[in-house]
């Protein structure tokens, strides 16, 4: 096993969970995830040299994941609102996840889910983010602020429901 | 007020990342597979009878014109045909996948679907058919909402992935996408592969006397936005 093979190792069970569960914030189902995500860290191996000097490799397996996995209707237009066929829509990830917080996603564009999913799974910085996603740090902003408004309505909404 | 009211914008993210971790995942596959995927990613890239085949079709594209059948036929042969450049998979709900590797044999790709059951034309562009006409409504918008409703009916979104192996099964009582909420139409998602394109069709939605054109190119992994067009002898060939 070489250096750069056992670096690669070490990256990869390190990253594979948070990796997998932004990319299924934002496109909702399991299996895709993760078929996105593995082919996501394919990729990245076959780029090794060129991703471990990347300055957010992380984002960077996430980013490619969400771009391998996008229809050739998204390709076109990353902010297609999110409709019947993803997130939710198969129950997929009703197990174990908050309804409320699963109708909060729901809500959300694509970009702003990518934007909290690059946050909280992978805690990036704004700055960071913006360069990933290629776009100004106040629109990172502006998502992350509309995607915590709505996560924060949705909690609300719940515990006044709930007493 | 009440407790959310008093939550800052990071314990708004922690609670949703809390949440949201509490989806119950599997765990990653081994590292040494992933390796070879990559490996072999990269192998292909570097082949030169392979760069030369991207280059060749780089300048190229495929049109894949499907008549709408007057009805569905149930395969009369094996529902899944397996070749290098491209595979035709009728899925359990009677929809048809194809999936473009490369740009070869479009006769071969051609006859195929019309062996499962979908009259279809497939023809390169510099031989484009010029006598397709282009159904109303059946002409991508631009971006960012590029699908029209009767494209979407078409070309079903589920759809975005390789279905690799063997023909998808039912899996319970649940799918993604329009499809869903018909009775009796059940299918696992395609399994998502590499180095190609995936176009779905759904040969109910096509209007009496439409097909579909696909524009794929260049290379395999750039199937550009399918369109609906007026089925004719002249361009569909029946």
Redesign the interface.
Same mark, same amino acid.
């Given at each position: 096993v070489t250096n750069e093979q056992a670096e690669f190792a070490d990256f990869f069970r390190a990253s594979w969970e948070p990796c997998l569960r932004a990319v299924l914030a934002v496109v909702g189902s399991p299996q895709l995830a993760e078929d996105q995500v593995a082919e996501a860290f394919a990729r990245a191996w076959g780029s090794w040299r060129k991703v471990r000097r990347h300055p957010a490799p992380r984002a960077w397996v996430v980013r490619t994941a969400l771009n391998t996995g996008a229809s050739w209707w998204r390709r076109r237009s990353r902010e297609l609102p999110l409709d019947d066929h993803s997130l939710t829509a198969s129950g997929d990830l009703t197990d174990g996840l908050d309804a409320s917080l699963l109708a909060a996603l729901r809500r959300l564009s694509p970009r702003q889910r990518e934007v909290i999913a690059l946050r909280i799974f992978l805690d990036i910085d704004t700055d960071t983010i913006a360069r990933q996603l290629g776009i100004e740090a106040g629109t990172v902003r502006m998502h992350l602020s509309r995607g915590v408004l709505a996560l924060r309505r949705e909690l609300t909404t719940t515990k006044n429901h709930g007493g | 007020m009440?407790?959310?009211?008093d *939550?800052s914008?990071a314990d708004?993210? !922690?609670? /949703?990342?809390d949440? #949201?971790? =509490?989806? %119950? #995942?599997?765990g &990653? %596959?081994d590292?040494e597979t !992933? *390796?070879a995927? @990559?490996?072999a990613? =990269?192998e292909r *890239?570097l082949i030169p009878g392979m760069t030369g085949t991207l280059t060749a079709a780089a300048g190229a594209a495929i049109a894949v014109t499907v008549l709408a059948p007057a009805s569905h036929q149930a395969p009369s042969h094996r529902p899944t045909l397996q070749l290098a450049a491209w595979t035709v998979t009728r899925l359990a709900d009677g929809n048809i996948a194809v999936t473009i590797r490369e740009l070869k044999d479009p006769g071969g790709l051609q006859r195929t679907l019309r062996a499962d059951g979908v009259p279809a034309s497939v023809t390169f562009a510099s031989q484009r058919n010029m006598a397709c006409r282009r159904y109303p409504g059946g002409t991508p918008r631009q971006?960012?909402?590029?699908?029209t409703k009767l494209l $979407?009916r078409v070309?079903?979104?589920?759809y975005? @992935?390789l279905p690799a192996g063997p023909p998808p099964v039912p899996r319970g009582t649940?799918?993604? @996408?329009?499809l /869903?909420r018909r009775p009796g139409h059940v299918t696992a &998602?395609p $399994? #998502?592969s590499?180095n190609s394109?995936v *176009?779905v069709i759904d040969p109910s939605a096509l209007p009496s006397k439409a097909g579909v054109q696909l524009v794929a190119g260049p290379g395999a992994h750039a199937? @550009?936005?399918p369109q609906v067009v007026y089925a004719s002898r002249q361009c569909t060939g029946s």
């Open positions: - | 009440n407790a959310s009211d *939550m914008d708004v993210l !922690i609670a /949703a990342r949440s #949201l971790s =509490r989806v %119950p #995942l599997g &990653p %596959p590292v !992933i *390796m995927r @990559g490996r990613r =990269r *890239m971006s960012p909402q590029p699908g $979407k070309f079903p979104e589920p975005n @992935g649940r799918r993604s @996408g329009p /869903a &998602p $399994k #998502l590499q394109s *176009m199937v @550009g936005l």
